[in-house]
């Protein structure tokens, strides 16, 4: 993509308005937070320490909005607290210029650092360096100034009180996530009905994943109808699969695979009920069409062998999955994930922090870029006559992130919606002429505006954001004029810093895509070995290994698509992966991890014959899967011999197990597509012919192709 273009897409992402799911009455307890510390702050102490305690209430309840499965109530102590301990350090040394661009460049590079820890970490940090700027500028004396972090951390300490004493849909984002979930199983339901070979995205299921881990305390009072059912909806999504396979044995059309729609319809429409259950906290309204779809007993006349038993597993399942979203008065049994505290999560942050501090890493360029966007940011502020130059290096650290789509957008769109709030804000403030008390009230409703709107689009956002910032200045005695022409050109100055620091220090995502597929192979090749594995010693328990194989195949997936996504953005060329071979690689990897989910949902039980080649296969998938990333590393093509040597023997005899049998071979044929997505010209046309020696090789087997099932499941 060339800059022209590049810079053209992420302007229209940074002003597109999105129309999600708005939360008022939130919005309004955050406004009400901030209304009542700037009421009483303004009463009691005067315009100058109101405008203090603003910054902390408005910031504590903008981390409140984050998407954290922390408790609300931590989040707006943490971010009020480390505002605090900002605030004065700037003041401290706000005095002597040198020692403030000091405290400025490690107090910058350690908050782009903090992006190391997760996005919320990382926008508080930087709201934190933010507002350090502008209250380096109020006159005060060391004893004012902590007074006024106090009043700062106060602010954090009023949000999170309300957010205690006002709950709002508890367990709201949790209810979300588990309800998106069921959601995305629903759809897959549906999909198999047309394509029973479709592939599932597990993001969702990921996602639910990390909002079910809870602290102790929170343990003891999450609602019951949030345990168990994420489990349920794991287990539901591998026999929808083995259902819908026609490798299970039900034909493509017949009077069997129409039982099968049925069912799978039925299933979606349970599915759609339960997650609805979930995320109003009601009881789950099942339709009783899709209910007697289930129940009926002519499944088992119409159905037989693998498809029946899946038809009476999923009935189970699904009776199960109601049940457990249904709320009642029940104590929760069984175990739980259990989230760290703050405190132990520390040593981890750091050790990752540490992990980061290399030049190619994206998170330490990041934490260079914005260090030195802010320096002269703030250089630049106060060499220009303008006055308030703090407005430049602000809007670069607010705007600034570790990825190129971002931080162009974001400067855009900041630029934008500061243009529209101070050309509102300065028209009524021109008109009305509003005094202390009128400015604080108008700018509460700002920030009503931007806390309710803050989902919709950052253009928006800030466009409330520039309007409260000119009303708040105006409650502490400043005019519009001496505001709003600088805020406005340090602004676009700010923006024009943060995309100049990104061109000159990328860290641009396409050239690490092959890394990016080098480990989801890994993954998948250790998920499969584990897999296989298991068929040789059926025996041994093992449902956990398979698991935290599963896990961290899915964790490689979202790292792919996820970079993917950033590169497509990028004003870079491919530089070895194009779009086509990464699409295509992509789509053979699916294909592969589906085939060993397809063989994990028919493993064998612990007194089932053991099968010893198993083992030879298991070894052979994880050297060939580690050997072939380390050649997608090196910008090689990777090659299969060995474990095209050890399909090519077997048969009915040495291996009667068919999944594991057809399997095998749908696996190699999956990684033979990989070679030929990253194969171009002659090279193309090479893995093409080994491609068709290993088929002639192995045998075609029942339900060949890389969409094939081996005997059912699911991916």
């Given at each position: 993509?060339?800059?022209?273009?590049?810079?053209?897409?992420?302007?229209?992402?940074?002003?597109?308005?999105?129309?999600?799911?708005?939360?008022?009455?939130?919005?309004?307890?955050?406004?009400?937070?901030?209304?009542?510390?700037?009421?009483?702050?303004?009463?009691?102490?005067?315009?100058?320490?109101?405008?203090?305690?603003?910054?902390?209430?408005?910031?504590?309840?903008?981390?409140?909005?984050?998407?954290?499965?922390?408790?609300?109530?931590?989040?707006?102590?943490?971010?009020?607290?480390?505002?605090?301990?900002?605030?004065?350090?700037?003041?401290?040394?706000?005095?002597?210029?040198?020692?403030?661009?000091?405290?400025?460049?490690?107090?910058?590079?350690?908050?782009?650092?903090?992006?190391?820890?997760?996005?919320?970490?990382?926008?508080?940090?930087?709201?934190?360096?933010?507002?350090?700027?502008?209250?380096?500028?109020?006159?005060?004396?060391?004893?004012?100034?902590?007074?006024?972090?106090?009043?700062?951390?106060?602010?954090?300490?009023?949000?999170?009180?309300?957010?205690?004493?006002?709950?709002?849909?508890?367990?709201?984002?949790?209810?979300?996530?588990?309800?998106?979930?069921?959601?995305?199983?629903?759809?897959?339901?549906?999909?198999?009905?047309?394509?029973?070979?479709?592939?599932?995205?597990?993001?969702?299921?990921?996602?639910?994943?990390?909002?079910?881990?809870?602290?102790?305390?929170?343990?003891?009072?999450?609602?019951?109808?949030?345990?168990?059912?994420?489990?349920?909806?794991?287990?539901?999504?591998?026999?929808?699969?083995?259902?819908?396979?026609?490798?299970?044995?039900?034909?493509?059309?017949?009077?069997?695979?129409?039982?099968?729609?049925?069912?799978?319809?039925?299933?979606?429409?349970?599915?759609?009920?339960?997650?609805?259950?979930?995320?109003?906290?009601?009881?789950?309204?099942?339709?009783?069409?899709?209910?007697?779809?289930?129940?009926?007993?002519?499944?088992?006349?119409?159905?037989?062998?693998?498809?029946?038993?899946?038809?009476?597993?999923?009935?189970?399942?699904?009776?199960?999955?109601?049940?457990?979203?249904?709320?009642?008065?029940?104590?929760?049994?069984?175990?739980?994930?259990?989230?760290?505290?703050?405190?132990?999560?520390?040593?981890?942050?750091?050790?990752?922090?540490?992990?980061?501090?290399?030049?190619?890493?994206?998170?330490?360029?990041?934490?260079?870029?914005?260090?030195?966007?802010?320096?002269?940011?703030?250089?630049?502020?106060?060499?220009?006559?303008?006055?308030?130059?703090?407005?430049?290096?602000?809007?670069?650290?607010?705007?600034?992130?570790?990825?190129?789509?971002?931080?162009?957008?974001?400067?855009?769109?900041?630029?934008?919606?500061?243009?529209?709030?101070?050309?509102?804000?300065?028209?009524?403030?021109?008109?009305?002429?509003?005094?202390?008390?009128?400015?604080?009230?108008?700018?509460?409703?700002?920030?009503?505006?931007?806390?309710?709107?803050?989902?919709?689009?950052?253009?928006?956002?800030?466009?409330?954001?520039?309007?409260?910032?000119?009303?708040?200045?105006?409650?502490?005695?400043?005019?519009?004029?001496?505001?709003?022409?600088?805020?406005?050109?340090?602004?676009?100055?700010?923006?024009?810093?943060?995309?100049?620091?990104?061109?000159?220090?990328?860290?641009?995502?396409?050239?690490?895509?092959?890394?990016?597929?080098?480990?989801?192979?890994?993954?998948?090749?250790?998920?499969?070995?584990?897999?296989?594995?298991?068929?040789?010693?059926?025996?041994?328990?093992?449902?956990?290994?398979?698991?935290?194989?599963?896990?961290?195949?899915?964790?490689?997936?979202?790292?792919?698509?996820?970079?993917?996504?950033?590169?497509?953005?990028?004003?870079?060329?491919?530089?070895?992966?194009?779009?086509?071979?990464?699409?295509?690689?992509?789509?053979?990897?699916?294909?592969?991890?589906?085939?060993?989910?397809?063989?994990?949902?028919?493993?064998?039980?612990?007194?089932?014959?053991?099968?010893?080649?198993?083992?030879?296969?298991?070894?052979?998938?994880?050297?060939?899967?580690?050997?072939?990333?380390?050649?997608?590393?090196?910008?090689?093509?990777?090659?299969?011999?060995?474990?095209?040597?050890?399909?090519?023997?077997?048969?009915?005899?040495?291996?009667?197990?068919?999944?594991?049998?057809?399997?095998?071979?749908?696996?190699?044929?999956?990684?033979?597509?990989?070679?030929?997505?990253?194969?171009?010209?002659?090279?193309?046309?090479?893995?093409?012919?080994?491609?068709?020696?290993?088929?002639?090789?192995?045998?075609?087997?029942?339900?060949?192709?890389?969409?094939?099932?081996?005997?059912?499941?699911?991916a």
């Amino acid at each position: 993509m060339s800059w022209l273009r590049a810079l053209k897409a992420t302007a229209r992402a940074g002003l597109t308005v999105e129309r999600p799911r708005l939360e008022p009455f939130v919005a309004l307890r955050g406004a009400a937070g901030l209304a009542l510390v700037v009421g009483v702050s303004l009463a009691l102490f005067g315009p100058a320490v109101a405008v203090s305690s603003a910054f902390g209430a408005f910031q504590a309840a903008i981390a409140t909005f984050q998407r954290s499965w922390r408790s609300r109530p931590t989040l707006a102590l943490v971010s009020g607290a480390t505002l605090a301990v900002s605030t004065f350090l700037g003041y401290l040394t706000g005095a002597h210029v040198l020692l403030f661009l000091l405290l400025l460049t490690v107090w910058t590079f350690l908050a782009g650092m903090a992006w190391s820890a997760g996005p919320t970490a990382g926008i508080i940090a930087s709201s934190n360096v933010a507002i350090m700027l502008v209250t380096v500028t109020l006159p005060t004396s060391v004893a004012e100034a902590a007074g006024h972090a106090a009043v700062i951390l106060a602010g954090g300490v009023v949000q999170a009180a309300l957010v205690v004493l006002v709950p709002i849909r508890r367990w709201g984002a949790q209810r979300d996530a588990l309800a998106d979930a069921l959601a995305a199983v629903a759809d897959y339901s549906r999909r198999l009905r047309q394509d029973p070979l479709a592939l599932f995205d597990p993001a969702p299921l990921m996602t639910a994943r990390s909002a079910a881990a809870v602290s102790r305390r929170q343990a003891r009072r999450r609602p019951a109808e949030l345990h168990g059912a994420r489990g349920l909806a794991e287990r539901i999504r591998p026999v929808l699969a083995s259902l819908a396979d026609p490798a299970v044995g039900v034909p493509a059309e017949g009077p069997e695979r129409d039982r099968v729609r049925e069912l799978l319809a039925a299933a979606a429409s349970v599915l759609d009920a339960a997650a609805r259950a979930v995320r109003q906290g009601s009881p789950a309204a099942v339709p009783a069409e899709a209910l007697a779809a289930l129940r009926t007993p002519d499944t088992g006349a119409i159905l037989s062998g693998p498809a029946r038993r899946a038809a009476v597993r999923l009935a189970a399942l699904l009776d199960d999955v109601v049940e457990a979203v249904t709320p009642d008065d029940r104590a929760e049994v069984g175990e739980v994930r259990e989230r760290p505290t703050l405190l132990q999560l520390a040593p981890g942050a750091l050790g990752r922090a540490r992990g980061e501090l290399r030049p190619a890493s994206p998170v330490f360029r990041h934490a260079v870029r914005v260090a030195a966007a802010a320096d002269l940011g703030y250089a630049i502020g106060a060499a220009l006559p303008l006055g308030h130059g703090y407005w430049a290096p602000m809007t670069a650290v607010m705007a600034m992130r570790p990825d190129f789509s971002q931080t162009y957008s974001r400067s855009v769109a900041r630029f934008c919606g500061t243009l529209v709030g101070v050309a509102v804000a300065t028209g009524v403030v021109q008109g009305a002429h509003p005094g202390p008390w009128g400015s604080a009230a108008l700018a509460v409703v700002c920030a009503f505006g931007m806390y309710l709107l803050m989902r919709t689009g950052y253009v928006a956002a800030q466009a409330c954001v520039g309007a409260y910032v000119v009303f708040l200045l105006g409650t502490g005695g400043q005019e519009w004029t001496q505001t709003v022409p600088e805020r406005v050109v340090l602004t676009l100055l700010g923006g024009v810093l943060a995309m100049v620091s990104y061109a000159v220090y990328p860290a641009w995502e396409t050239p690490r895509l092959r890394t990016r597929l080098a480990d989801w192979l890994a993954a998948d090749g250790r998920y499969a070995a584990c897999v296989a594995a298991h068929y040789a010693r059926p025996a041994c328990p093992a449902p956990e290994a398979v698991r935290e194989a599963l896990l961290g195949t899915r964790e490689a997936r979202v790292a792919w698509q996820d970079a993917l996504e950033r590169a497509a953005h990028e004003p870079v060329r491919h530089r070895g992966l194009s779009r086509t071979a990464a699409a295509d690689a992509e789509h053979a990897l699916g294909q592969f991890g589906r085939v060993a989910m397809l063989m994990e949902a028919h493993l064998p039980d612990r007194h089932t014959t053991a099968l010893p080649v198993a083992e030879n296969l298991a070894e052979s998938l994880r050297r060939a899967t580690e050997r072939g990333a380390r050649a997608i590393r090196e910008r090689r093509v990777p090659e299969w011999g060995e474990l095209r040597a050890t399909v090519a023997d077997w048969d009915r005899e040495s291996v009667p197990d068919p999944v594991l049998r057809n399997g095998a071979r749908l696996l190699l044929e999956a990684l033979d597509e990989l070679s030929e997505a990253l194969t171009d010209g002659e090279g193309r046309r090479d893995a093409g012919r080994r491609k068709g020696e290993g088929r002639k090789d192995a045998g075609p087997g029942p339900g060949a192709g890389p969409r094939s099932g081996p005997g059912g499941g699911a991916a």
